[in-house]
DNA sequence: GCACTCCTGACCAAGGAGGTCAGGAAAGTC
DNA sequence: GACTTTCCTGACCTCCTTGGTCAGGAGTGC
């Protein structure tokens, strides 16, 4: 129930792309921006790119880029590219899972929790999170001070 | 953003516990009623134990039991028993790490993340895990049919 | 005293997390 | 055509977690 470095990494870098308008940026500038290891960043944005959600070209002039408007590119899209599935229960998808005994209605609420994460980063886009204007579903949740302190 | 088969096992093992009123109930038979490995669930139900949500006895006539009655006990509770707190990012909380440049309302994302995990996990007790009957919030997310598909 | 059951620590194999390193391949520039 | 720039790719590395197993010790009840 954690987000790895690597998914907080792939969207601040897709953060950075959704801001730069006009041409190409260099993978460096985007290490830069958002202090990520280089290297470590270029293996993301190539899977990035692996999964049709960034382009790049090589060479001088060279860099990457959105491959759609940020308005259509979701967190979950970026978290999905790089983590895999949201919400797995031991490596299965939760509707795949069958529970008996008492614990039957557990497959209920282990789908539940997917929505939930679903209804979150589904609804964030690249250019919401650019802009600062949060989905009223993020603004809800955010905006009860209860969600800000540790538990 | 996965749940691990320690919190999957831990969270049937309590739902057993759960459903067996009067006297302590042998760990063996937990793990033949879930198919968990015994001595695996062992460790697990220490843990619980340690976290104050199980008591235990040794000996002949001796088991587990639930520290406190079924509707006091959430499923986030448990969760956080045996993997430790629910969504933290980069091994830091949410609310603790500070966002540069274009991903600065990144923040309000991961604690809208973590809120809505807490919105279900928090809200469904042992008591509702085994009747059956949960709370509206899962209802609401597993009762629309999309929640079911995988994506 | 003995059977029963939990308690605890050590161990283990496989894989993932979070990187680093070295070199190759395209693209642009002179 | 040489050279620089930048992405592309695979190999490698260390540490930690996951999902267990094993062996023995320590209470408890009869």
Same mark, same amino acid.
């Given at each position: 129930?954690?987000?790895?470095?690597?998914?907080?990494?792939?969207? &601040?870098?897709?953060?950075?792309?959704?801001?730069? %308008?006009?041409?190409?940026?260099?993978?460096?500038?985007?290490?830069?921006?958002?202090?990520?290891?280089?290297?470590?960043?270029?293996?993301?944005?190539?899977?990035?790119?692996?999964?049709?959600?960034?382009?790049? @070209?090589? +060479?001088?002039?060279?860099?990457?880029?959105?491959?759609?408007?940020? %308005?259509?590119?979701?967190?979950?899209?970026? /978290? &999905?590219?790089?983590?895999?599935?949201?919400?797995?229960?031991?490596?299965? #998808? #939760?509707?795949?899972?069958?529970? &008996? +005994? $008492?614990?039957?209605?557990?497959?209920? /609420?282990?789908?539940?929790? @997917?929505?939930?994460? @679903?209804?979150?980063?589904?609804?964030?886009?690249?250019?919401?999170?650019?802009? +600062?204007?949060?989905?009223? /579903?993020? $603004?809800?949740? *955010?905006? %009860?001070? %209860? *969600?800000?302190?540790? &538990?």
């Amino acid at each position: 129930m954690r987000v790895s470095a690597k998914a907080d990494y792939a969207v &601040r870098a897709a953060a950075e792309l959704a801001a730069a %308008d006009e041409g190409p940026v260099k993978g460096e500038r985007l290490a830069e921006a958002q202090d990520i290891p280089l290297q470590f960043l270029e293996h993301i944005l190539l899977e990035l790119k692996h999964h049709g959600i960034v382009r790049a @070209r090589r +060479g001088a002039k060279g860099g990457y880029w959105l491959a759609r408007p940020a %308005d259509e590119v979701t967190i979950a899209e970026i /978290v &999905r590219a790089v983590e895999g599935p949201i919400a797995h229960v031991q490596s299965s #998808p #939760p509707e795949a899972i069958e529970y &008996r +005994g $008492n614990a039957e209605h557990l497959q209920e /609420v282990w789908i539940a929790v @997917r929505a939930s994460l @679903r209804n979150v980063l589904e609804s964030v886009t690249l250019a919401d999170l650019v802009s +600062g204007e949060m989905p009223s /579903v993020v $603004n809800e949740l *955010a905006g %009860d001070p %209860d *969600a800000w302190v540790a &538990r």
